[in-house]
């Protein structure tokens, strides 16, 4: 038999109620296998934060770096001063891990809730760049608080950096059936990492004769996200895009609060980190209304990336069939019949679905 | 007698054509009024470029700089790489012209189709920032091509024209009904520029106690875009967001062919420009298809910039009536009514509402 070592951050807010219903499905999903889950607890989050000032220690980094992948509920709470948690935390961690892909599954499930009114078939991934870009953390300002203040931020983008990713996201086009990879900057304003992107992706193109390759600016994706998310299938793009575009897509696919994501790397070198997109949502915490679906998916995330490609997929078809039910449940109102379980009975109702 | 003198640019593809139904509604507005217009046409745009080379010359600007305002239908052709007219021309007007004020008002329409499946009623402007931030040219290669490149790009913002931008976005918001601002950044991420725009925010909103100010992320602003536009009043934001969130908020609001804009330099030191959100459209340009109305709501923000308010509301709301026959006149089929009229015959039936 296995150990999978797994640590857990529930963080704040909401986090702490749906990483339990995470580890309900993985041990569901795992039960009856060689595999056996251990689980390791991190206190990380604004309540560590406001009780000892500190967000990462060198210490849990060194410890999270032993684990087999770490699962993320949600890090943030408006008392915490903006960016604090997120670079000292969040950001640290995806950079410390080299993380350098940040994947995130678009999928409108059946009968799910959509602000389109014709959004037809919704299945894209999109493969965020999460090492680099504007979030390399590398700006200042000079003269600061002054009428003659500058402040600037810097994309930073390295031709190791992009190619990495840009690899990860053809191998991911080639494996899924459609074969299409779309490239999303702005290459026409910014010339000079647009010009890498695009030059890093016409030549590794090269190597995927069966991978049909398009372009699109940012601008532009935004308004197909809403007018013809069916065009997309893999779309590669660095980490503010990404941040921006999978936002969007999480909006049209009913709501940030059903996608998943996995901050990875690929070869394994350090832990990869498996997350909801949505945030600690302190408006609703504490009263077992957050909908869990994001993380469980995120645990699907995390299998396949560890190899339990069988078992990812069992609990993503147990999620899809939960959907389903959950829209049928109520025909004539399912704008909110997603919303009309609690935390623990989606969790229990997945988790049974693998029983 | 006065007499506006208008530098006059079609540029390429579709801007040939709707630019003539702009003018076409403009001297319908200022007829039997003390105002008579004079054009002058300036051949700028891919064509040019392709013949001699070059994308806006020293004397082009010069004389551009003599001119009361600027009409733009649109620049730019597949045959010309990528950022050579934007670069060239396009931002380099924006710049030259201390165009600072990006303005994009969404609209829409009643009876006009939109992706969304419960748009509400959705009336905001979003004031984009136009001479700095990412747009400002000031990024770099190193060992370009190579496995060690590295790709720059600067975001630059400064107190004086983060100011400057923001004060214009208050007294729109205080001229409102609403009287409701929200900026736009990613200040949990970009803490240098992000805290200049938010301090500057901040202090601004003390001379307004009027106006209710509130924030949101990027990301977070996609989504409201489609769950919740109703939210947005005035939004001011960087030139990239701003950038993004138009393009997003023209699909909403039944495509950017409907969107207008205003490259505006509100002192008046340098010309004003106007444009229609979209693009040169060479698919289906030189067939009379393209829908004028973003270039004929250009020329209505046009003339309330030149101090023209009675008129501008005429013309705008000869577009709103022409806009609510156009989607009455195909009950069943909303959907491709807006665009069942040539060119030329939107321009007309505008221009006759002004008759
Ligand atoms: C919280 C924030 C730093 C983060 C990001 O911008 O990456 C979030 O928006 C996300 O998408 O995971
Ligand atoms: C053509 C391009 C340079 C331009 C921009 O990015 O500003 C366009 O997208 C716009 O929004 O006017």
Same mark, same amino acid.
């Given at each position: 038999t296995q150990t999978l070592n797994l640590a857990v951050i529930p963080g704040d807010g909401i986090g702490q109620e749906v990483v339990p219903e995470g580890l309900k499905v993985l041990s569901a999903a795992l039960a009856g296998s060689e595999v056996t889950v251990a689980t390791t607890s991190f206190d990380l989050g604004a309540a560590r934060w406001h009780r000892t000032g500190e967000t990462l220690t060198d210490a849990d980094l060194e410890s999270l770096k032993t684990f087999d992948a770490i699962l993320l509920g949600a890090v943030g709470d408006p008392?915490?001063?903006?960016?604090?948690?997120?670079?000292?935390?969040? %950001?640290?961690?995806?950079?410390? $891990?080299?993380?350098?892909?940040?994947? &995130?599954?678009?999928?409108? *499930? #059946?009968? +799910?809730?959509?602000?389109?009114?014709?959004?037809?078939?919704?299945?894209?991934?999109v493969v965020r760049e999460g090492t680099e870009g504007l979030y390399a953390g590398n700006g200042g300002t000079v003269r600061e608080g002054t009428p003659h203040e500058i402040a600037t931020e810097?994309?930073?983008?390295?031709?190791?950096?992009?190619?990495?990713?840009?690899?990860?996201?053809?191998?991911?086009?080639?494996?899924?059936?459609?074969?299409?990879?779309?490239?999303?900057?702005?290459?026409?304003? %910014?010339?000079?990492?647009?010009? $890498?992107?695009?030059?890093?992706?016409? &030549?590794?193109?090269?190597? *995927? #004769?069966? +991978?049909?390759v398009?372009?699109?600016?940012?601008?532009?994706?935004?308004?197909?996200?809403?007018?013809?998310?069916?065009?997309?299938?893999?779309?590669?793009?660095?980490?503010?895009?990404?941040?921006?575009?999978?936002?969007?897509?999480?909006?049209?696919?009913?709501?940030?609060?059903?996608?998943?994501?996995?901050?990875?790397?690929?070869?394994?070198?350090?832990?990869?980190?498996?997350?909801?997109?949505?945030?600690s949502a302190p408006d609703i915490a504490g009263r077992g209304l957050a909908d869990p679906t994001a993380t469980i998916?995120?645990?699907?995330?995390?299998?396949?990336?560890?190899?339990?490609?069988?078992?990812?997929?069992?609990?993503?078809?147990?999620?899809?069939?939960?959907m389903a039910e959950r829209a049928a449940g109520d025909?004539?109102?399912?704008?909110?019949?997603?919303?009309?379980?609690s935390t623990a009975a989606i969790g229990d109702a997945i988790a049974q679905r693998l029983g």
């Amino acid at each position: 038999t296995q150990t999978l070592n797994l640590a857990v951050i529930p963080g704040d807010g909401i986090g702490q109620e749906v990483v339990p219903e995470g580890l309900k499905v993985l041990s569901a999903a795992l039960a009856g296998s060689e595999v056996t889950v251990a689980t390791t607890s991190f206190d990380l989050g604004a309540a560590r934060w406001h009780r000892t000032g500190e967000t990462l220690t060198d210490a849990d980094l060194e410890s999270l770096k032993t684990f087999d992948a770490i699962l993320l509920g949600a890090v943030g709470d408006p008392s915490v001063p903006s960016g604090v948690l997120e670079r000292g935390l969040l %950001l640290r961690l995806r950079f410390e $891990l080299d993380q350098y892909v940040n994947l &995130r599954p678009s999928l409108l *499930y #059946p009968g +799910v809730p959509t602000p389109l009114a014709a959004p037809g078939a919704i299945d894209f991934v999109v493969v965020r760049e999460g090492t680099e870009g504007l979030y390399a953390g590398n700006g200042g300002t000079v003269r600061e608080g002054t009428p003659h203040e500058i402040a600037t931020e810097v994309s930073v983008n390295t031709a190791f950096g992009v190619e990495r990713v840009v690899r990860y996201a053809f191998a991911k086009a080639a494996a899924r059936p459609a074969h299409h990879l779309t490239l999303v900057h702005k290459t026409n304003v %910014l010339v000079n990492a647009g010009g $890498l992107w695009k030059r890093t992706v016409d &030549r590794i193109a090269q190597e *995927y #004769p069966q +991978v049909r390759v398009d372009y699109s600016h940012v601008d532009a994706a935004t308004i197909y996200m809403v007018t013809d998310p069916g065009r997309f299938d893999v779309i590669v793009t660095d980490n503010l895009f990404g941040d921006i575009l999978t936002d969007e897509a999480g909006a049209i696919t009913g709501g940030i609060g059903l996608a998943a994501s996995g901050n990875i790397n690929p070869e394994g070198a350090y832990p990869s980190m498996f997350e909801p997109v949505h945030g600690s949502a302190p408006d609703i915490a504490g009263r077992g209304l957050a909908d869990p679906t994001a993380t469980i998916a995120s645990v699907a995330l995390m299998l396949d990336h560890l190899g339990y490609a069988r078992e990812a997929r069992r609990v993503q078809d147990a999620i899809s069939q939960d959907m389903a039910e959950r829209a049928a449940g109520d025909g004539t109102d399912a704008g909110t019949s997603v919303l009309r379980r609690s935390t623990a009975a989606i969790g229990d109702a997945i988790a049974q679905r693998l029983g």
